[in-house]
């Protein structure tokens, strides 16, 4: 079965940093993705991680603990703009289907 | 410019009227997925394609049908629409060797 749990809604100020947590309870796991989702648009891909460790990518950073089921999403130096929804998704069955499917997402709102 | 696109973008229409939203991609990707959103509940998974001809159901495919005839095309339909189906629809695709979903720019479906 798969169970993908991420908080609802954080706030957080400009020029801080946010971590967002994602856990998972599956089989078969083969990746995680996170996503940032803007109100009314499509979701954009941020990162994929498929091994234990950090993964950074500009301001966004990415972990992954496979044993304990648990990932985080890191936002450094927040701006206006990422304002937004962020979309944990976990891809299931090595070697087979690479569609993931997605936990209920984070509301983050970031203010002045 | 590599993209996927739906049509429409916005529908409303009453319950047990046949409707397909179309989507296609430009980018030659096997994976093609179809994704309802709902406040609340995330991005849920409705059918998913690994090739052409080859198709799977996901988390929610009650009243829902889909093909894939070719490869750059995945229509989505809904043979008898009923208010429960009232969401936003997004087609995603990714290439097989790759791990990134390209989304669509979302269909916005009322059903009265």
């Known amino acids: 079965g798969q169970n993908i749990d991420q908080p609802t809604e954080m706030t957080a100020t400009e020029g801080a940093i946010v971590q967002i947590n994602c856990t998972y309870q599956?089989?078969?796991?083969?990746?995680l993705f996170w996503y940032q989702q803007h109100a009314g648009e499509a979701p954009t891909f941020l990162s994929y991680?498929?091994?234990?460790g950090l993964e950074e990518k500009g301001r966004f950073s990415s972990f992954l603990s496979r044993s304990k089921g648990y990932s985080y999403l890191l936002l450094k130096e927040l701006q206006m703009k990422d304002s937004a929804s962020y979309l944990c998704?976990?891809?299931?069955?090595?070697?087979?289907?690479?569609?993931?499917?997605f936990g209920r997402g984070t509301s983050l709102i970031v203010h002045p | 410019e590599a993209q996927v696109t739906q049509n429409p973008r916005y529908l409303i229409t009453v319950t047990g009227k046949k409707l397909t939203v179309t989507c296609s991609q430009n980018?030659?990707?096997?994976?093609m997925s179809w994704y309802r959103q709902d406040p609340g509940l995330g991005l849920r998974q409705i059918y998913y394609?690994?090739?052409?001809?080859?198709?799977d159901k996901g988390d929610v495919p009650e009243g829902y049908k889909v093909s894939r005839k070719e490869k750059r095309n995945f229509p989505l339909i809904l043979e008898s629409p009923s208010p429960n189906q009232t969401s936003l629809y997004f087609c995603?695709?990714?290439?097989?060797?790759?791990?990134?979903?390209?989304f669509g720019p979302g269909t916005r479906l009322t059903v009265l």
């Open positions: 995603a695709s990714s290439s097989a060797g790759y791990n990134e979903q390209f």
């Open positions: 599956t089989s078969g796991f083969n990746g």
């Open positions: 991680n498929v091994l234990d």
């Open positions: 998704a976990v891809r299931l069955r090595p070697g087979g289907s690479y569609i993931p499917t």
């Open positions: 980018m030659n990707h096997e994976y």
């Open positions: 394609s690994m090739n052409v001809e080859v198709t």
